[in-house]
């Protein structure tokens, strides 16, 4: 299945324009610059990364940050994908990405982010996963959030799980990486669940 266009829903909210900066913490997300892609080169050419995310390639050759990062205002525009860049505030030092790929016409998104191995074990996915929901459902008015993982990167399930995502099953041989067919774990959370969970944890 692929994902609507923006303009299939007259009704959807747009993407706020300027993309945003979203602060956390201890980081920022913001939209990417050409100027980030050294770093992010450095970042996803880490085997480990591939690894573990299905559209990042190894060996990830030159060039192929600079195309992604230049994609990214075209999709943001059409109210198709907004990515970031997660940025520390301490050091400004780019540690990964993160981001939405919407489907207007179901007021849904799937999640998506990766983490740079070195900041791994941090609490970074997690505390920008909690910016990404509130961005979704608070300022897209979105219904329903998604994401997954393979089966083999448990790591990326606790993610989920501590952001309030409820488990929906997995998907066997779902998709292929490299040639070989992966399961893929499922997570969503709804906007009513997430309301509710905000209203538990921070009342009146």
């Keep these: 299945m692929t994902s609507d266009s923006a303009a299939a829903n007259p009704s959807w909210p747009p993407l706020p324009s300027p993309q945003p900066v979203l602060k956390t913490r201890r980081l920022w997300l913001r939209a990417f610059d050409l100027a980030d892609a050294p770093a992010v080169h450095a970042l996803a050419s880490d085997e480990r990364i591939a690894s573990t995310t ?42 990964g990405a993160i981001g939405l790929h919407l489907e207007p016409r179901h007021l849904r998104a799937e999640l998506g982010y990766w983490i740079g191995v070195p900041y791994w074990n941090q609490g970074y996915a997690t505390e920008a996963g909690s910016t990404m929901l509130e961005f979704g459902f608070r300022v897209l008015e979105l219904n329903r959030i998604h994401a997954s993982h393979f089966t083999r990167n448990p790591a990326s399930g606790a993610v989920m799980r501590k952001l309030g995502m409820s488990y929906e099953g997995s998907l066997r041989q779902h998709v292929r990486k490299n040639g070989i067919f992966e399961d893929l774990e499922t997570y969503a959370i709804l906007r009513s669940d997430y309301l509710k969970n905000e209203t538990t944890h921070h009342p009146g």
Excluded at 69 to 94: M, N, P, W
Aim: charged residues 15%.
């Design 54 to 95: 299905l559209n990042i390639p190894h060996p990830y050759e030159d060039g192929m940050a600079e195309a992604w990062i230049l994609s990214h205002r075209q999709l943001y525009v059409a109210g198709v994908v907004a990515s970031f860049a997660l940025v520390l505030q301490e050091t400004r030092e780019l540690i």
